[in-house]
């Protein structure tokens, strides 16, 4: 079920809103994972049960690994925490990753003339990929003793399985919404005045951006062989169409957790105005990045042991979160390009601010081309159509518009696509940036207040008519 779907604008989302506001406060947390079990059996169907499962371990997992760390066993804690985190690995590992195995394995073996091998076919459990970094966090957290095991297993499935950010995010780490759980005295009308803009906000980014685009981007890279316009024109359409896209789910997710009293954390902050890749992943997926700060950068040693050490660790978090993202080269290459941009940026300097306007225009131009450079790669469906996409970028093949991505690129998607690219690439104030943040003054009050209406009672209206005429699509990092 997505969140830009008419199931679920006219039918799940007002049903549970009412039951929560209709219900005691006791009752808002049963509410909430009642309702977000339904949203994940209703997409996942016989997968529910592999959540369960998860969810049954790690919340017993929880309470051991703290009953542990009050008797005074380190030794015990310890072993329970390390088989829950294999346990949960085991789960990615086998569900995302042993389909991948066996066909390099199989690659391998008929290279060698060893014949065929067996090919492992499992399908995705939506999802997981997040779920199980939720499960992660927890036991990590609990581990550490930051914060005490949840006692209340409705509390429990309520943080893994909350379903505004089950699917596609943010990643939020148990100790940033512990406290919430177990404060159920919400201001339901304050919560939702709150929460629904934003959420209005990302349907629009999703629908009437992100939807829109999709198909010039699609066009651009089912082809054979591009030419030099239509190597630039998809990579343009893929860079828009993946940050409105993700950018519009986290938004939804963000608005919904507020419409039942959660604050869950940011995910994006501007990321094409970056001024460098290390720039970029601080406002790029921030949910992604502090979960790997937080669980295997820092306890890898971070960067307290030294230049090559920093480095080493860099690019094993990138290889990582490539492979977060999907089994395939594309996404591991990708994660390799990033690291080893991180690591260039670190020998060259280029990891500071920029020093005056000049600088900070051509740096924030070099990164954009950086970072659209790796979008071709992880949007391809293997390493040879990326070659061949960035071969063309780099002018091997001119010629016009393929036919095909011109005919996507009627009038209508060429105005949404220009739109965006100067909403994302126009320079914006920091100063005034923080007046509307903090709402300070008259002008400021306005203008957010404006600006909010007219997401709220224009642009939100105008994506509910798109999704009920059938023209959206799956959010992209559903398939993650």
Not at 337 to 344: E, M, R, S, W
Request: net charge positive.
């Amino acid at each position: 079920m997505s969140f830009a779907s008419p199931l679920f604008l006219w039918f799940f989302m007002p049903a549970t809103l009412a039951a929560y506001w209709a219900s005691p406060r006791r009752l808002r947390n049963w509410i909430v994972s009642a309702a977000s079990l339904i949203f994940y059996t209703w997409g996942a169907g016989a997968y529910a049960a592999l959540l369960l499962s998860a969810i049954a371990v790690n919340f017993a997992t929880g309470i051991a690994v703290d009953s542990a760390r009050l008797a005074g066993r380190p030794r015990a804690r310890a072993a329970v925490a390390a088989a829950a985190i294999a346990w949960d690995l085991g789960i990615l590992a086998v569900w995302k990753y042993a389909g991948f195995a066996s066909r390099q394995i199989d690659a391998l073996t008929a290279a060698l003339g060893l014949g065929h091998s067996p090919i492992v076919s499992l399908a995705l459990p939506i999802g997981i990929s997040f779920f199980t970094f939720h499960h992660i966090s927890y036991v990590v957290d609990v581990y550490r003793g930051s914060r005490p095991a949840q006692r209340s297993l409705v509390g429990f499935v309520t943080y893994i399985a909350m379903f505004p950010q089950l699917v596609a995010g943010p990643i939020v780490r148990y100790h940033e919404i512990s406290a919430q759980l177990a404060d159920t005295a919400r201001d339901r009308f304050a919560d939702f005045a709150a929460g629904f803009p934003r959420f209005a906000l990302g349907l629009a980014k999703k629908v009437i951006v992100a939807d829109t685009v999709a198909p010039v981007a699609d066009a651009a890279f089912a082809s054979g062989q591009p030419s030099m316009a239509t190597a630039w024109v998809g990579a343009l359409a893929y860079t828009v169409q993946i940050y409105f896209d993700f950018s519009g789910y986290s938004d939804m997710a963000v608005g919904l957790g507020m419409m039942f009293g959660f604050r869950l954390p940011e995910n994006f902050a501007r990321p094409y105005s970056a001024c460098s890749v290390t720039d970029f992943w601080r406002r790029w997926h921030i949910s992604l990045s502090r979960w790997f700060r937080d669980y295997v950068y820092i306890p890898l040693g971070g960067n307290r042991r030294g230049t090559r050490a920093t480095y080493r660790n860099l690019v094993i978090i990138f290889v990582l979160c490539g492979f977060w993202h999907g089994a395939n080269w594309t996404f591991l290459c990708w994660g390799l390009y990033h690291g080893g941009l991180l690591v260039a940026e670190r020998l060259l300097g280029w990891d500071r601010p920029p020093g005056g306007v000049p600088s900070l225009v051509l740096r924030r131009a070099a990164t954009f081309l950086l970072v659209m450079v790796g979008w071709v790669v992880f949007r391809s469906a293997d390493m040879s159509q990326a070659v061949g996409m960035l071969t063309a970028m780099a002018g091997a093949r001119g010629g016009e518009l393929d036919e095909f991505v011109l005919f996507a690129l009627d009038h209508r998607r060429t105005l949404v696509l220009a739109l965006a690219l100067g909403v994302v690439l126009l320079p914006a104030s920091p100063g005034f940036g923080r007046i509307l943040e903090e709402g300070r003054g008259r002008a400021a009050r306005w203008v957010v207040g404006a600006a909010r209406a007219t997401v709220t009672w224009v642009a939100a209206p105008y994506a509910a008519v798109l999704v009920a005429a059938g023209t959206f699509s799956p959010f992209l990092y559903y398939q993650f």
